[in-house]
């Protein structure tokens, strides 16, 4: 008998077959309780979890005894409990590479649609408003060098830097948990503390996980700091800023717009005050979904499964410590 896996999101046909040829794959649309209930032997026996977007907490890892992996379609990994899986010694795997280039591109996407009032002006034009020459009411601001200032320099922040710095030929200034020597050798990017860096950006760009030190890092205080002229992307985790702190200072123009792939709740409600605004650009969270990014996440994660129920946690596992103590 071949050892059981759940799988939560469905696959193309060639990776399906992939895992098919190792394991009793039952597939199941969320991880919901009565999902679970409906199939209780299958989740019991489950040695591999794959898939994204539902919680894997405590009450879950309850239902599956003989879990030894998961592997998430994703880079973060906010929805799994991280302290349960590593009391059980069970693999946390995901897909950190394969979207870094995608996810800048929807950044890059969000600043110059948030500063050049792209979606604001299409929606104008459209309704049939362009009548005669435009004037400067629907004048934008530039992109192109000026200052941008990152919080969080992994390997997205990298690749907005590199756009940033070769394509726009913007200053940046960045703020991360240590200093990255590339970053600074490579795009001229200058180490800040976080006040400094919401002071002197013209675009504030943050692409953090969320965790308990990240939530509502971006606040009522911290936006007070950022130019009146200034525009604050998040591509990372909605939580990671005050979504009420945010509406007040674009309706209050303390802050010129927001560029958002993501939000406190999601799908954000369609009554949020927040959507209201002109001065918003938003996404339904698509910083990492093109049919070929979303592809190569998808196999990626279906071979991390495979290795780690191969006891191979070299690469992408999240907690290789905590399964294999020194
Ligand atoms: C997307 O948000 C991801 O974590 O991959």
């Not at 759940?6 to 046909?13: D, K, M, T």
């Not at 104008?124 to 919080?151: Q, Y």
């Not at 979303?294 to 946690?313: P, Q, S, T």
Request: glycine content about 6%; some cysteine; charged content about 20%.
């Amino acid at each position: 008998m071949k050892p059981s896996v759940i799988l939560y999101e469905p696959l193309p046909a060639d990776l399906r077959s992939q895992l098919e040829a190792r394991y009793q794959v039952t597939e199941v649309s969320n991880l919901d309780s009565h999902t679970i209930a409906s199939h209780a032997a299958a989740f019991s026996e489950a040695v591999g979890l794959l898939g994204s977007g539902s919680k894997v907490d405590q009450a879950l890892l309850e239902q599956m005894p003989a879990l030894r992996a998961c592997s998430t379609i994703s880079v973060g990994y906010d929805l799994f409990d991280l302290d349960a899986l590593d009391a059980r010694r069970i693999a946390l795997m995901h897909t950190p590479t394969v979207l870094t280039e995608t996810v800048a591109d929807t950044v890059f996407a969000l600043i110059l649609a948030s500063a050049r009032r792209v979606t604001e002006l299409d929606s104008w034009v459209k309704a049939g408003e362009w009548k005669k020459s435009i004037g400067p009411e629907h004048f934008s601001i530039d992109v192109h060098h000026k200052t941008l200032g990152i919080v969080g320099m992994g390997r997205i922040g990298m690749a907005v830097a590199q756009r940033a710095h070769y394509g726009f030929g913007m200053n940046i200034l960045y703020n991360a948990r240590k200093h990255h020597p590339q970053a600074e050798s490579r795009f001229s990017a200058k180490y800040c503390d976080i006040n400094q860096l919401l002071e002197q950006s013209d675009f504030v760009c943050v692409i953090l996980p969320l965790t308990e030190q990240t939530r509502h890092l971006i606040g009522e205080e911290q936006l007070s700091r950022m130019k009146p002229s200034a525009i604050l992307i998040n591509a990372g985790r909605g939580p990671v800023v005050d979504e009420q702190a945010l509406t007040r200072a674009l309706k209050n123009h303390t802050l010129y717009a927001a560029g958002l792939d993501v939000f406190e709740q999601e799908p954000v409600p369609a009554n949020a005050e927040l959507l209201s605004l002109p001065n918003v650009v938003t996404l339904p969270h698509v910083g990492s979904a093109t049919h070929e990014t979303r592809y190569g996440m998808k196999r990626d994660a279906v071979e991390n499964l495979i290795a780690a129920l191969d006891g191979k946690l070299e690469k992408n596992c999240v907690n290789p410590q905590a399964v294999n103590p020194a």
